[in-house]
């Protein structure tokens, strides 16, 4: 009897207080009694209907649209609960959420009427329970995203289905009191001197009686040693109240983020006791630790972007976090395979984006563990939202507020994704938000929107068809940026059907693919022949991509303070930005950024993406040293073909803390005859005579024949900002080929007469800021024998000024006003094929998604045009020269499918020349991009054992030529390990280990490199 003792007494003590589990056995059905079925909450209607399988898959395929009918109908959720009062007790039922409005009935009384699906109301039933009950929600769905306080993505988004969120998406439960009710704890750290703390207690009660009381409150390390405990006599008023106090703590333990300090956690509960007995009790986990928002130097932006914690500096590398599951099937399990990879991956922050939901307690509670910082956004993105409810959002915001701000990885409120917060529409709402902040909170700051007051939002790459060296631009916070790839083979076999996997189907535009932009970034690397090419040469342009985006903030760090990339993560099985896959394996580029986001590294920054013999490129590399210490170690970059090292640089070197600094600048030739088809940059850092981090950046090398004499051309533009930008790209991939392109302003025009041939850009007040008379000279010119191109459309034309001028004269098109066409996915067709500009060109098929309605002069050529029948690029002759209109836009936007093009620049050199008259010459400008195709293979020694769980895989390189992107998969293992490296590679003799754990039983792991599969092991 004596063991027995103590647990009784803890059974009678959670008898008192408890919260009834409710559930398990609902009645889920439609209002018109059409569909009828069992389910358990949290559960969204399609949640459960596709468990039940009374539809389709919604995930696999294009099925959603087979159960978009359940967004019609109205919904009932239905339970019947026993429960017998006990005197002297009060009852309150506690909904976590409903999506994404509802009416509570309790024994057919009406209890709540609930508007959005954040709100988490606590209401009193004491007086309406009896001992058989009947709980029913009624759920009425929302189908305008503007007027629904849920998350937006839901409603369709360019990475997520339209699966509106409609049900009980969270947990009811209810809890049992005394005579006053706790809740809303709240504790934060107002003082710091050495390890004692001052800080600050509030808690909220709800009471039916006034009298005296006594609140204990416990504080007990929760992944350390270490017990506190406090008795406060209280005065507790009948109704809504609130006990408020200081204190000191003792060897006080910080919280920090990950690689600064440990992630010290305690428990913290709360006891209310009504005379002899316990009233009710509260408990939540809780970090301490101290944080401000620094104003990065030189910026005048309203906002600091510098993160400090602690009194710390801490560089904000990270990731955008969406919702891991449009149907809000969100397991404990599924966010902790995330947030541990992400943390494996050296991410120190995500950004909960505001398309999506105010997230689960589980992720918080996990990123408190792992160290990651939260930045988190209300559910607004993309719009205006002049319709909304201000009170029911407010109360949505602020049961969120309250309970998410012990949280100490919460570092950030912000009101939302891609909106002006400032206008008619949105700024009640972003200044209601901002206060209820600054009140119910106030220990973190809040931002307005995103991108605003200094951070910004970089679309150039993907959007904007831009070459990855785009990342090199300047910025204070990048905190959206990415590049679709799609998930490893095996997880693309588990949503599309087989006849859907390659070529890319109607299947993968449904799961939100742009597979044509993928094949163009994909193909800088060698050619698409099957499935296998196009995933393997899409995942390295994402991975390069994510690792060059990042490298370029941290060369800049603390001018920049942060980079994130879009996205983590996938709410569904799908093609994404993401880096790791709905099902939760990791792509390439997890492994990537994961090197790139090593605390010491190598950065290195250079300018073009790919190289011809004879062609320069210019290389910088950095020292970062992302902690509070410096360090002592040795840099080394080198310049590797696949055969030999071409040039080598070692520096012993002191990492300065928290600092970047260059340590070389090479201008690097690529040798005239060199056949090896790619360059490789090699960055690693060792200490202690230990390899700590190791990246690799490919440069395909390209083949190709220019104009014998070089040409010279001149693109003007109305100003010299992004639009000028754009060309001086253009014009620095024109160079190999013998043709230099100047970009001037249309303010600042050279002589004229030492041009070939002239562009004039798709510019605002092109027309104004060019003038006549330089007009009239350029007419002139093109009338002697030189050329010109139009790049644009009416835009450029009309908007642009050019209209009833000499240019207009000179045009092939008739310029016609708001002819602009958006989104139709035309194919270019060719109308002239032994035009020498054309031919022996792989230009049809390529899909363009916007252009001009105009139509060509009676005097004037179509030579290319588009599938139905609108003139693409249209020629006429004027005098002795040549005038092209090219009715999109070479440089790029709605147009870019032409600029990612594998022969675009050869199509531009081409069009040139042909512009310039230089003939014969034109059909002779060739370019050849083996890219890696041509990666001779490599031989590899493997070895592997496995210790029970843990396995080691030995990978040496005994050939004589580097072996690239060396991969390691579990064959038939659904979700693969967490490799500590993968996707690697090796210099000839080199060998590595890598380390990752099994499950149980007999697996056979599958070795590959970008040329062959080397091995297979059974461990």
């Known amino acids: ?31 018109d009694g059409a569909v009828k079925l069992k389910g358990d909450v949290p559960c969204t209607v399609k949640m459960a209907l596709k468990k039940a399988k009374l539809i389709s898959d919604p995930y696999f395929g294009v099925q959603n649209e087979d159960s978009q009918w359940v967004e019609d109908k109205v919904w009932i959720y239905e339970r019947k609960f026993f429960l017998h009062k006990e005197k002297g007790k009060r009852y309150f039922l506690k909904i976590g959420g409903i999506a994404p409005r509802g009416e509570v009935y309790l024994n057919d009384n009406i209890i709540a009427k609930i ?16 001992d058989e009950n009947d709980l029913k929600i009624r759920i009425i769905p929302e189908k305008d995203r503007v007027k629904a306080i849920a998350c937006q993505m839901s409603y369709g988004w360019d990475f997520a289905p339209r699966i509106i969120p409609i049900g009980v998406w969270r947990d009811i439960e209810i809890i049992k009191s005394g005579k006053a009710l706790l809740k809303n704890p709240f504790l934060k750290l107002t003082k710091l001197e050495g390890d004692k703390a001052l800080l600050d207690l509030s808690v909220d009660y709800n009471s039916s009686i006034s009298g005296k009381g006594k609140l204990v409150l416990y504080i007990e390390g929760l992944n350390f040693k270490g017990k506190f405990k406090l008795e406060k006599d209280v005065d507790v008023m009948k109704g809504e109240g609130k006990i408020a106090f200081t204190f000191s703590l003792p060897q006080l333990r910080l919280w920090y983020p990950k690689g600064f300090g440990e992630q010290n956690l305690y428990k913290v509960s709360l006891h209310l006791f009504i005379g002899d007995s316990q009233s009710s009790e509260v408990s939540f986990t809780w970090g301490a630790r101290t944080l401000e928002w620094e104003r990065n130097p030189s910026s005048k932006e309203i906002y600091g972007w510098i993160a400090k914690v602690n009194g710390v500096r801490v560089y904000c590398k990270g990731a955008n976090w969406v919702p891991a599951d449009s149907l809000f099937d969100l397991s404990y399990e599924k966010y902790e395979r995330l947030v541990k990879l992400a943390s494996q991956a050296g991410i120190n922050m995500f950004r909960i984006w505001g398309g999506g939901i105010m997230e689960d307690d589980k992720l918080y509670e996990l990123c408190d563990k792992y160290g990651i910082m939260l930045w988190q956004e209300f559910p607004l993105a993309c719009a205006d939202y002049p319709e909304l409810s201000l009170n029911a959002f407010a109360q949505n915001a602020r049961d969120s507020i309250l309970r998410l701000r012990n949280h100490p990885s919460l570092v950030l409120w912000c009101g939302g994704n891609e909106f002006d917060p400032d206008n008619r529409s949105n700024k009640p709402l972003i200044d209601l938000l901002e206060k209820l902040c600054l009140t119910l909170d106030g220990t973190r700051p809040f931002h307005r929107a995103s991108p605003y007051g200094g951070d910004v939002h970089d679309w150039s790459v993907w959007h904007g068809s831009a070459p990855y060296t785009s990342y090199r631009q300047f910025c204070i916070f990048r905190s959206e940026a990415g590049l679709q790839a799609p998930p490893i083979e095996e997880d693309l076999g588990k949503f599309l059907s087989t006849k859907g996997l390659f070529p890319p189907s109607n299947e993968w535009q449904y799961h939100l693919a742009d597979p044509n932009k993928i094949a163009r970034y994909a193909q800088s690397y060698g050619s698409l022949n099957d499935l296998t090419d196009f995933l393997k040469k899409a995942h390295l342009s994402q991975a390069i991509t994510y690792q060059f985006n990042l490298d370029s903030c941290l060369k800049n760090i603390w001018a920049n303070s942060g980079c994130l990339i879009w996205q983590f993560n996938d709410p569904w099985p799908n093609i994404s930005w993401s880096m790791v896959d709905w099902f939760g394996n990791p792509k390439p580029s997890f492994y990537w950024f994961k090197n790139a986001s090593q605390p010491i590294n190598l950065v290195v920054d250079y300018d073009k993406i790919q190289l011809k013999q004879g062609e320069v490129l210019n290389i910088r590399v950095y020292a970062v ?41 090479i201008n690097f030739q690529v040798p005239l005859g060199f056949n090896e088809n790619v360059i490789f940059l090699i960055a690693r850092v060792e200490k202690d005579g230990k390899l700590i981090t190791d990246k690799i950046y490919p440069i395909p090398v390209t083949k190709g024949m220019g104009v014998r004499k070089p040409l010279k051309a001149l693109a003007i533009v109305s100003s010299l900002g992004r639009e000028a930008d754009e060309w001086r790209e253009i014009a620095n991939s024109l160079e190999p080929l013998g043709i230099k392109l100047d970009v001037v302003s249309a303010d600042s025009i050279p002589p004229l007469e030492g041009y070939d041939c002239f562009i004039i850009g798709e510019s605002e007040k092109i027309g104004e800021r060019l003038g006549r008379r330089n007009m009239e000279r350029i007419a002139d010119l093109v009338r002697e024998g030189r050329g010109l191109l139009l790049d644009g459309g009416w835009f450029a034309y009309l908007e642009g000024g050019l209209k009833g001028t000499p240019i207009e004269e000179l045009s092939p098109v008739i310029m016609k006003a708001n002819s602009l066409r958006e989104n139709q996915s035309l194919k270019i067709i060719i109308n002239d094929r032994e035009n020498p500009l054309i031919r022996g060109l792989n230009i049809e098929g390529i899909v363009i998604v916007g252009y001009n309605e105009e139509y060509p002069k009676t005097d004037s050529k179509v030579l290319l045009s588009l599938s139905n029948g609108t003139p693409l690029l249209v020629e006429r002759q004027v005098g002795k020269g040549k005038c092209l209109a090219y009715t999109s836009g070479l440089r790029g936007g709605w147009a ?34 083996k890219g890696l195709d041509a990666l001779p293979e490599a031989k590899l020694r493997v070895e592997g054992k496995r210790v029970g769980d843990e396995c080691f895989i030995s990978v040496e390189n005994i050939s004589a030529s580097l072996s690239f992107f060396i991969n390691i998969r579990v064959k038939n293992l659904s979700l693969q390990p967490l490799f500590s490296d993968n996707y690697f590679h090796l210099l000839p003799g080199e060998k590595k280990t890598i380390r990752f754990s099994l499950p149980s039983g007999k697996q056979e792991i599958v070795i590959n490199d970008w040329s062959s599969e080397i091995a297979r092991l059974i461990l």
């Not at 508007?115 to 009896?130: C, N, R, V, W």
């Open 625 to 665: 040293n992302l902690t509070p210490k410096s360090a002592g170690c040795k840099a080394i970059f080198l310049i590797a073909s696949p055969k030999r090292i071409l040039k080598r640089a070692i520096k012993t070197h002191t990492f300065k803390a928290q600092t970047a600094e260059q340590l070389w600048e």
């Open 896 to 929: 870019g499918a032409l600029r990612m093009w594998g022969s675009y620049r050869v199509f531009l050199a081409r069009l040139l020349a042909y512009l310039a008259g230089l003939g014969e010459e034109v059909e002779g400008i060739q370019e050849e991009n």
């Open 1 to 31: 009897m004596r063991k027995l003792f103590p647990l009784l007494i803890s059974l009678i003590f959670l008898a008192q207080l408890y919260a009834l589990n409710i559930s398990r056995d609902w009645m889920i059905y439609s209002e």
């Open 115 to 130: 508007e959005g699906m954040f709100a988490q109301p606590l209401l009193e039933i004491t007086d309406l329970l009896k």
